[in-house]
T-cell receptor
Framework: AQSVTQPDIHITVSEGASLELRCNYS??????LFWYVQSPGQGLQLLLK??????LVQGIKGFEAEFKRSQSSFNLRKPSVHWSDAAEYFC?????????????FGQGTILTVHP | DTEVTQTPKHLVMGMTNKKSLKCEQH?????MYWYKQKAKKPPELMFV???????INESVPSRFSPECPNSSLLNLHLHALQPEDSALYLC?????????????????FGPGTRLLVL
């Protein structure tokens, strides 16, 4: 069965600093990978997704993520964090097939931004 | 436009009440989803509708009753809920991509309904 691991439960960065949120997946074939962001009490907003092709994908709000098959990782990055980026971030995987319709989520990483 | 709307935003109900949550999308998506999310946890899938038919029920208690009256609307009827059902209920929708077995289907989420059961 597929699984997604976000090793960091909580990350704190200073405004203007760079950010990297880690995501590791476990799945035999090429997974379809997503990053979502959730502000407190809100729904999930899609930041970016990887299906195939270029392993560096660009998303909204200045985020990017890199798919590394050798490391089974799909880490999210941002060169300079803004206070408004404080939120919870979820990495997710969709294997399709017998798991049709089922996104497998990581446990989430809460990002705190210090001024 | 990737907007999914949900009403109401907040709902407080007693354990004997009957209420409904509503979800709407106008993106032409033919798959719609209900999720339950507890604090500090990822969303948990409850139901999936494909082409207005229930395709997945993740062993959800019968006090939750989904309904998909047309391709744009999804309801969740609530009856005799328990305090532990208090949570954020999220709706999502996606295109259906049979060529990938559903794997390429990007789900777009609504803002959620915050439910409190007293």
């Amino acid at each position: 069965a597929q699984s997604v691991t976000q090793p960091d439960i909580h990350i704190t960065v200073s405004e203007g600093a760079s950010l990297e949120l880690r995501c590791n997946y476990s799945y035999g074939a090429t997974p379809y990978l997503f990053w979502y962001v959730q502000s407190p009490g809100q729904g999930l907003q899609l930041l970016l997704k990887y299906f195939s092709g270029d392993t560096l994908v660009q998303g909204i709000k200045g985020f990017e993520a890199e798919f590394k098959r050798s490391q089974s990782s799909f880490n999210l990055r941002k060169p300079s964090v803004h206070w408004s980026d404080a939120a919870e971030y979820f990495c997710a995987c969709n294997a399709g097939g017998t798991s049709y319709g089922k996104l497998t989520f990581g446990q989430g990483t809460i990002l705190t931004v210090h001024p | 436009d990737t907007e999914v709307t949900q009403t109401p935003k907040h709902l407080v109900m007693g354990m004997t009440n009957k209420k409904s949550l509503k979800c709407e999308q106008h993106m032409g998506h033919r798959a719609m989803y209900w999720y339950k999310q507890k604090a500090k946890k990822p969303p948990e899938l409850m139901f999936v509708y494909s082409y207005e038919k229930l395709s997945i029920n993740e062993s959800v208690p019968s006090r939750f009753s989904p309904e998909c009256p047309n391709s744009s609307l999804l309801n969740l009827h609530l009856h005799a809920l328990q305090p532990e059902d208090s949570a954020l209920y999220l709706c999502a929708s996606s295109q259906i991509d049979g060529s990938s077995g559903g794997a390429r289907e990007t789900q777009y989420f609504g803002p959620g309904t915050r439910l409190l059961v007293l």
